[in-house]
């Protein structure tokens, strides 16, 4: 009412308009802090929540990824619920006992016998959680599509049960669009509404598994939300028990992030792999060539040459940008052609090992090929995508007698093919050709370059090492 009398004033005296300006103002001002504390007041309670560690935290999928991430809440002082559908895990965590490698028992059983953190496969314990962190698999389909049976199956289970006011974060890595298109939806479809009702963001998964320097807790955490407020409720949520968290504008700005950071490595490695099928066919060291190239203080990165790409990210994340870029009408022909050469690295090793046998007048055929190695990198326990794999299946698709030695990987059974792993010195000894396929640090370089009759080294382990029985990549 006042406001509407000064209006009226306001046509009869320049007084009157300045301060009906000065109050239009005013309200604009009063409308902004309103929208602030009206959206602060929704996630007040969940932020205060957070604060005091009393928010109860959820984690779907107990992986590489989510196992460490709930460690590090659990660690901070909140009661953590891990929540995973295959029951062998979840029965494995409830005994203290843990299953990745950058997650050691010791370290882990406290907190299961502290009750600060338990597992379970029921997925209706979610309507007792006030947060929810998403790390289930993002895998490629045979025809390089995205799989997100795992993502949709896991966002069906949890709208059924969300609490309200909860946050909800996914970290499994995507195509940009995906926490928008796909994930929200589904959570709103019940009638909620994001902002509200709950909060959605989406934060990278940035493991870098066996890293003894970076892991969970002082790898920087990127987070943006569907709205400010549920970016802002996502940082505050990582601050708590991570040491750096960089809040962005959005999620898909948060998905491409993760998959500019995973194409940037798939591509330089395809760019020094082709560097290493250049200098093989003109006689040149590639291994000298990258390491002098290092020396340059700026604006260079030393990537190293290898088998092929293995592991669950670098050889796969690429092609969910690259799927995506096509349905916006661009192609994105980098990801292509490093994927191609990538995949090409497998078959070339296997030429070289024939080319070294058949130096020694030895055919491939019939030959006894050991693979030193079958991680997918080494010092690691994880055989997803790994090249060494694929080395092993054509050699033995050639007529070669395989065997290997993994320090970390027992058995192995592939398309027919069942192995165990040997005694490294021996089996180098008794063979025609070992090659070394991932470099752990557990093998005994020295002695298998001087007493196996030939080496084919594609990871430069016996760098530093000659020998007229030495071929490298
Ligand atoms: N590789 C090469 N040459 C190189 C580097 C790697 O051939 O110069 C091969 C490795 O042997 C391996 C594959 O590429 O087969 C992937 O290697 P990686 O070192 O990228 O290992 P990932 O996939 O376990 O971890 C990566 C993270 N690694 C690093 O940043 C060093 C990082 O890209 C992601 O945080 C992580 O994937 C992920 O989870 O996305």
New binding site residues.
């Given amino acids: 009412m006042r406001l509407e009398i000064i209006a009226f004033s306001a046509r009869f005296s320049p007084a009157a308009a300045l301060v009906l300006g000065r109050i239009g103002e005013y309200r604009k001002v009063l409308a902004f802090t309103m929208q602030q504390t009206a959206t602060s007041t929704a996630s007040e309670p969940l932020a205060e929540k957070i604060r005091n560690r009393g928010a109860r935290v959820g984690i779907v999928g107990l992986g590489?990824?989510g196992l460490p991430l709930a460690v590090e809440f659990a660690k901070a002082g909140f009661h953590v619920t891990g929540i995973d559908v295959q029951e062998s895990k979840v029965d494995t965590l409830n005994r203290g006992e843990s299953y990745v490698q950058d997650v050691p028992t010791e370290v882990f059983r406290p907190l299961v016998e502290s009750g600060h953190f338990r597992a379970t496969t029921d997925f209706s314990e979610v309507a007792s959680l006030d947060t929810l962190n998403i790390a289930v698999p993002t895998p490629l389909r045979k025809t390089k599509d995205p799989d997100m049976s795992f993502i949709v199956s896991a966002c069906q289970e949890i709208t059924k049960h969300l609490k309200p006011g909860s946050l909800v974060i996914l970290e499994s890595?995507t195509y940009p669009g995906t926490t928008d298109e796909l994930v929200l939806p589904m959570l709103e479809a019940p009638g909620r509404k994001v902002g509200e009702d709950f909060f959605l963001c989406f934060s990278?998964?940035?493991?870098?598994?066996?890293?003894p320097v970076y892991q969970t807790i002082n790898?920087p955490k990127v987070v943006g939300g569907i709205t400010a407020e549920c970016t802002k409720l996502g940082a505050l949520f990582y601050s708590q028990a991570l040491e750096k968290v960089v809040p962005v504008s959005s999620t898909s700005v948060a998905e491409m992030v993760?998959l500019l950071?995973?194409t940037f490595?798939?591509i330089?490695?395809g760019l020094?792999?082709e560097m290493a099928l250049m200098c093989d066919r003109m006689g040149i060291n590639v291994w000298e060539v990258i390491d002098a190239a290092a020396t340059k203080p700026f604006g260079f990165m030393?990537?190293?040459?290898?088998?092929?790409?293995?592991?669950?990210?670098?050889?796969i994340?690429p092609f969910y940008l690259s799927w995506k870029t096509k349905q916006a009408g661009i192609e994105a022909r980098f990801i292509e052609l490093a994927g191609y050469i990538?995949g090409y690295m497998p078959h070339f090793v296997v030429d070289k090992i024939q080319n070294a046998l058949n130096d020694q007048t030895k055919p491939l055929r019939g030959s006894r090929v050991h693979v030193l190695g079958a991680a997918?990198?080494?010092n690691?326990d994880?055989l997803r995508?790994?090249?060494a794999l694929d080395i092993l299946l054509l050699l033995d698709k050639r007529g070669a007698r395989v065997s290997y030695s993994d320090p970390f990987i027992p058995t192995l059974k592939l398309d027919g093919l069942s192995l165990a792993s040997q005694d490294p010195i021996e089996a180098s000894i008794a063979s025609d050709c070992v090659v070394i396929v991932?470099d752990h640090a557990a093998f005994d370089y020295g002695t298998i370059a001087s007493r196996a009759s030939l080496v084919v080294d594609t990871?430069n382990a016996l760098r530093g090492r000659s020998g007229s029985n030495i071929v490298r990549l």
């Fill in positions: 590489y990824v890595t990278p998964e940035r493991v870098d598994p066996g890293n790898i993760k950071e995973n490595r798939m330089n490695i020094v792999n030393p990537f190293y040459p290898g088998p092929g790409l293995g592991g669950h990210c670098i050889p994340d990538n997918y990198k080494r690691i994880d995508e790994s090249p991932t990871r």
